[in-house]
């Protein structure tokens, strides 16, 4: 009997996985035995992430609102490191602003790089998952399910995550296919919390506004992700996850708070 964790000769797409969150998982599934691929919109930086993933990674640099270019990065790295068996969608894109403050143009980039590359990287990835048993985990946020000041545009594009989560869980669950998302809460270490807690202040705000009264870590998020994948959550489909310390029970108080200090 194998371990649930050991993903030996399996092969991980993440997109978005050259930073942060994404490149955690990432990382935690290279360390694990997995064949790991990534896809980002810079070069440099998929360049950079293959070289800290170690032996059998590879990347892209592609722009998950082209379908186009994510069918492509697709092919590319199953015709690297074969059919895949775990399809991670995590690119985002994040900017703080009250709507009378931003462009149109603002809110949908937004929209097209969280909502639309979603869609666009399970959509063309579908095509090249390892069947049945294969796994599909899009990572979501706070605000997905917690309304926010400043924050129209980054609720709008996740609440549409989880709704499209769950819709591909009905559509592709008879094909063998689980699709699951993450809603990681205040992460260390993130270009997200950087942005919404930028001060001292306000991270202190968010601390102290999650019942566990701390960041949850990198390592947090990628045992979910590692779990999700594993057989121990073959009967788990359509399910939204949070890894936040308890901070969606509390009604996401911290991120508000965050935004309040961070008021102009």
Not at 11 to 23: D, E, K, L, P
Request: net charge neutral; with cysteine.
């Amino acid at each position: 009997m194998t371990e649930p964790f050991d993903f030996s000769g399996r092969h991980v797409f993440v997109a978005g996985g050259t930073s942060g969150i994404n490149f955690g998982i990432g990382a935690a599934f290279a360390k694990a035995g997995a064949r790991v691929s990534v896809l980002s919109r810079a070069a440099e930086k998929v360049k950079e992430a293959v070289e800290r993933l170690g032996a059998g990674a590879w990347g892209q640099p592609a722009d998950v609102r082209s379908y186009d270019a994510v069918a492509a990065a697709l092919a590319g790295a199953v015709a690297h490191s074969g059919p895949i068996d775990v399809l991670v969608s995590g690119a985002a894109g994040h900017f703080v602003a009250p709507a009378l403050g931003m462009s149109a143009n603002g809110f949908k980039a937004v929209v097209d790089i969280d909502l639309l590359g979603t869609f666009n990287v399970v959509r063309a990835g579908f095509e090249h998952l390892r069947r049945p048993g294969a796994s599909i985990i899009n990572i979501s946020a706070p605000q997905a399910v917690n309304a926010s000041a400043l924050q129209a545009h980054v609720c709008a594009a996740k609440a549409g995550i989880d709704m499209l989560t769950q819709c591909l869980a009905i559509e592709w669950g008879p094909e063998g296919v689980r699709v699951n998302a993450i809603i990681p809460g205040p992460i260390e270490g993130t270009e997200g919390m950087a942005r919404l807690a930028p001060t001292e202040d306000a991270a202190a705000a968010v601390r102290g506004n999650v019942p566990l009264r701390r960041y949850g870590t990198l390592e947090d998020v990628a045992n979910l992700a590692l779990f999700l994948a594993s057989p121990l959550a073959s009967y788990i489909s359509g399910a939204i996850i949070p890894v936040d310390g308890g901070s969606t029970a509390s009604g996401g108080r911290g991120l508000v708070q965050a935004m309040a200090v961070n008021r102009p």
